[in-house]
């Protein structure tokens, strides 16, 4: 009953605009370029003070926008993690009120579900398993299970490889975070897409969620030296992946996805 | 250098509008009835679809709004921890401009840094435990330790107790998570404090953290079974504390805080 599917207005129209949404600048770059977007100076849609960062055009006929949280002002790292992720989803939605959100990004992949290395994964499902609330109803409320919007064709098509996603705000894994993600059922484990999924649910927006991976969370390495490791030469393959997605939703509706 | 001051804009000027981000209901009702506040019902200052409700009011010569996340759309229960804390904290104040924030709540208590059932606390800094990310600098981003607002006059007035507030997701507490609190030096942990803080710094809002200890973390009862046993009555603590601190601040600038 939770695990609920997006409702979808106008599901025939042709999709006219896209929001990106990407936790880090390593991550996002390459598809700026790529998509020739341009940044959004003087006149953000964003209010004063936030770090956040939106750059937009148009590709194949596709208005996108990519949003990121930018940096922290004062560490200066990527500002990773459900809640800037949440806030920036939120105020993009409102300025921008996109047909579609894809949410791309890097994310550790299970091997004793089939991940490998540089593996791409359309997400079928989120949840996160770093809210552990055990009193009746608030445990289903803290794990947070919604489906992604269903793109039958896209996996076809693309060949992309399908499991659900689990989302916490630690990069590493504790013995809890790793029983929650296997009763989450998740492939791959990430840092922000269900907080992404969540804030497009609360307003209907249909999203998609495309995941890298860059490390293996059920291996012997280091999460974060292998992830640091592979970062770069993942973030292409993701790119690349993301930019077959776009090219494969230019001219489609959404129930043709 | 990470635990920095909210820089003020006009310290000097009485402090005319409050912002109360609280939780749970259960929480806020009773300080709707103390305040005489009425519900923003048909002209609402959230976004449609958002389960977010706002109250508002005058009270003694402040005028206060009360915010809460509201109830999960289908599951019912509050939406508990930072995502909606985040939000509804951020889109209140770009809608609101309040002069301070006061994020008022339960917690819990660590008996070994002298907590007790029913004991409010006036928080001293925030910071997260289940944000760990163990790459230099992003380590630092993770924990996020922020200074509240000063108000020394207030603490000596209401004789509060003072203390390190450390949030996260779960209601438990996991091995880990007890570490990271230590680390912290937090006296209280709750699941959504350093999220508003957060949000209020980006702004540069003055923010204050009250809150009401439910439960020992570190004693032998299991959280959510004392937590729910002393909900109702540690609120009732909680409201006469808030009832006091809006009382003090009334009249007074923040640099008299």
Known sequence: ALDR??????????????????????????LVAKFELVED??????????????YHGTYKGLHIDLVLPGKDLVLGVDNVGTVSAALVTYASIQALKPDLIINAGTAGGFRAKGAC????????????????????????YGIGARSTFSTPNLVKELGLKVGKLSTGDSLDMSPQ????????DATVKDMEGAAVVYVADLFSVPAISVKAVTDIA?????????????????????????TEVVGFISGKSLSGL
């Open 5 to 30: 599917p997006a409702t979808i207005v106008g599901g025939d129209l042709p999709i006219s605009s896209i929001l990106i949404v990407i936790a880090m600048q390593t991550e996002a770059l390459p």
């Open 218 to 242: 059920d291996g012997e390495k280091p999460t974060a030296e292998e992830f640091l490791q592979n970062l770069i030469a993942v973030t292409a393959a993701l790119d690349r992946a993301v």
């Open 117 to 140: 290395i540089k593996d791409i994964y359309l997400v079928s499902g989120v949840s996160f398993h770093d809210r552990r609330i055990p009193i009746p109803v608030f445990d289903l």
């Open 177 to 184: 975070d790793e029983a929650s993600i296997l009763a989450n």
């Open 41 to 54: 100076d003087d006149r953000s849609i964003f209010p004063k003070g936030v770090p956040w960062i939106r």
